[in-house]
Nanobody
């Protein structure tokens, strides 16, 4: 079992920045793939960014490329999402996910999410 708890969400003006954090427990972080997802009302879950266990390959949705950065600190069992140049369209509940195989396609665990609201 992997437990994930997000933090760092909030209300920010367009153009601002936020850093989301995800605390990971139950499994050594260096062995799992991690990702950030978001969901807004009326829409399905969207993959925003993901990183394999090696940390060498990062995936970003086209809508966030150049603005968001995923990172991980295996020593602290933490995953981060730095979000810059935020837009109202980024408003959503953001969740982190874990792939216990170490890849970024077998999402088996999710955190409860943290709300991000970007005002215009």
């Amino acid at each position: 079992q992997v437990q994930l708890v997000e933090s760092g969400g909030g209300l920010v003006q367009a153009g601002g920045s936020l850093r989301l954090s995800c605390a990971v427990s139950g499994r050594t972080l260096s062995l799992i793939g991690v990702g950030w997802f978001r969901q807004s009302p009326g829409n399905g879950r969207e993959s925003v960014a993901a990183m394999t266990r090696s940390g060498g390959d990062a995936y970003y949705a086209d809508s966030v490329k150049g603005r968001f950065t995923i990172s991980r600190d295996n020593d602290k069992n933490m995953v981060y999402l730095q979000m810059n140049s935020l837009k109202p369209g980024d408003t959503a509940v953001y969740s982190c996910g874990a792939d216990p195989t170490g890849a970024t396609r077998n999402w088996a665990y999710w955190g409860p999410g943290t709300q991000v609201t970007v005002s215009s």
